[in-house]
């Protein structure tokens, strides 16, 4: 198997090669060479793209260009680490809500909760956003199969070794983890990757 990729650039839709493309029942959709995703939100061949972003104007830019710094927790025996960027704010953490607080009052309790309980949650985030040093090791790679789930109504999840390239600016910052979002509704701030807007305009797809 060749090396996965995504490929794109400020005006087109995401270039996937070689990699499977998964619904979000688990059944595989497509495991084509090379397929064309809808970034803009608009197609009507969903997941695919039909050639609406060229009709419609679309413009990819990142609105909101700042990366932020990571976050470092440090606890007795674990640091969460908390990439404010990649957050899609789907909430997984919430359930530990000792450690993470709520969606509306996030905080970062490292001490709060037994290790493997922090650790379970952490990996349960699809954006990449959590992860964890545990003695001098940075955890933040976990997948071992490379696919993309297209979530219903969500973004795309993309899960294993699939490197992210930007055709025409490859000096800013992008998702070097092994999973990581993708914004398929065309309304995240922060494109390519989801910010949860999708949520906010009640994206179908
Ligand atoms: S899919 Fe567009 S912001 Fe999440």
């Not at 290790?115 to 985030?125: D, F, L, P």
């Not at 490197?163 to 990581?180: C, E």
């Amino acid at each position: 198997m060749k090396p996965s990729q995504i490929i794109f650039s400020t005006y087109s839709p995401l270039m996937a090669v070689d990699t499977e493309l998964v619904g979000s029942d688990g059944k595989t959709v497509a495991t084509p060479r090379v397929c064309s995703l809808c970034r803009c939100g608009e197609s009507s061949m969903k997941p695919m793209c039909d050639g609406t972003h060229a009709q419609i104007g679309f413009v990819g830019e990142r609105e909101d260009a700042n990366k932020p710094e990571l976050e470092y927790y440090r606890g007795k025996d674990i640091t969460i680490v908390y990439d404010r960027y990649l957050c899609m704010g789907i909430g997984y953490c919430g359930e530990l809500e000792p450690v993470f607080g709520t969606h509306d009052q996030p905080k970062y309790e490292p001490d709060a909760a037994p290790v493997e309980e922090i650790i379970a949650t952490i990996k349960k985030c699809p954006s990449g956003a959590l992860s964890y040093i545990v003695g001098d090791e940075h955890y933040k790679n976990y997948y071992s199969q490379t696919k993309i789930v297209v979530e219903k109504d969500g973004p795309l999840l993309c899960q294993g070794k699939i490197t992210l390239i930007d055709d025409q600016d490859s000096d800013s910052f992008l998702p070097d983890g092994d999973h990581y979002t993708l914004c398929r509704c065309g309304g995240s701030k922060k494109k390519p990757v989801c910010d949860g807007s999708h949520e906010e305009i009640d994206f179908k797809g």
